[in-house]
């Protein structure tokens, strides 16, 4: 039998050679570490539906923060718990709310850490919507006005990084000509500009207090369906500043990642979502698959997608199993 003269085998042959070649390589510089700040001190409330994970008070967001540090990761996205909710979400831009308080105690305590805030309403609302609800429907522009509001008090604490992630029409815009006017022209703005109406995300739900008590999101987040309109949303947030692009949810959206890597030169983030930590979790809980070798190929399918950063729950396991080796 004739053999071709390329083998390709012959580079997989030692873990050594497949280093070698290897073409997408994880690093804990690619993650940022969700954080969810509830009130008190000294807490530390495990979420039943994304094991491992826990939401913390202020005193002990500080403390994973210097955690990531010490894990070489470089960031962290805050999402506020509080206790207060109205209609309207108005603690979201109160200046001594639980995320601007948790950001300037870890700046203080991290300095050199990214802290990048979610820039939204649903954990601030009464009914759980991503906005001002009027006629049972979620009002695009008296969204924005508060949602510049919430950029400010986010920047006045120190944020690095602001996140909406509302998926309003003009969402960027809004946000980025909010912060200049106000001298903030040097935050960056990372839009979640590609959100869809997923199922993956009820954990989430439990972790920061979101469940709707009507309706659903779907009228604002983008149907699963479709890939074509995720390049237009890109593009329209690309052309408002936008800074970072983001697709979310990561796993089920590959393909959307990868066409907007080949559509959109700016940097790619990625939300591996609570539904996806969790049936990895599931299923490494049943002897069904070797979780430490599927948090891994999880994360470099998201890298090898396109993704230049992975928001993750899995940041700090994931450091510590690259460290290892």
């Known amino acids: 039998m004739q053999f071709p003269e390329y083998r390709p085998r012959r580079m997989r042959r030692t873990e050594s050679l497949r280093r070698l070649v290897r073409e997408t390589v994880v690093r804990p510089d690619d993650f940022v570490f969700p954080i969810f700040v509830v009130p008190g001190k000294g807490v530390r409330k495990p979420i039943s539906s994304l094991p491992g994970q826990a939401q913390v008070s202020v005193d002990e967001a500080v403390a994973d923060a210097k955690e990531c540090e ?27 709310g ?32 991503c906005g001002v609800v009027v006629d049972g ?11 510049g509001r919430v950029a400010l008090s986010q920047a006045r604490a120190g944020a690095d990084v602001i996140a909406p992630s509302g998926m309003m029409d003009g969402f ?7 912060l200049d006017e106000e001298g903030f022209e040097q935050i960056p703005i990372m839009a979640y500009s590609a959100k869809y109406a997923s199922c993956f995300y009820g954990p989430f739900r439990e972790a920061a207090g979101t469940a709707s008590d009507f309706g659903h999101r779907k009228a604002y987040q983008m149907d699963p369906a479709n890939g074509h309109e995720a390049i237009r949303e890109v593009t329209l947030d690309a052309g408002e500043g936008a800074d970072i692009i983001m697709v979310k949810p990561a796993l089920a959206y590959l393909d959307v990642i990868a066409r907007v890597r080949d559509e959109i030169d700016l940097p790619i983030a990625a939300y591996n979502v609570s539904g ?17 070798r599927a948090v891994l190929e999880t994360l470099t399918s998201i890298k090898r997608a396109g993704a230049d950063m992975i928001l993750t729950y899995h940041a700090k396991e994931a450091a510590k199993l690259l460290r290892r080796g």
């Open 137 to 147: 429907d979620v009002d695009n522009d008296a969204t924005l006005e508060n949602l």
């Open 70 to 96: 010490s894990l070489g990761i470089p960031a962290v996205i805050l999402f506020g718990v509080p206790d207060k909710k109205d209609a309207v979400g108005s603690e979201a831009w109160n200046d001594e």
């Open 172 to 178: 960027v815009g809004w946000v980025r000509e909010s």
């Open 98 to 129: 639980l995320v601007q308080k948790a950001t300037r105690a870890i700046k203080q305590a991290c300095p050199e850490l990214t802290v990048m805030l979610d820039a939204c309403f649903d954990e601030y609302t009464t009914h759980g919507h």
């Open 276 to 292: 996806e930590y969790a049936m990895l979790k599931a299923a490494a809980a049943n002897n069904w698959i070797d979780h430490d």
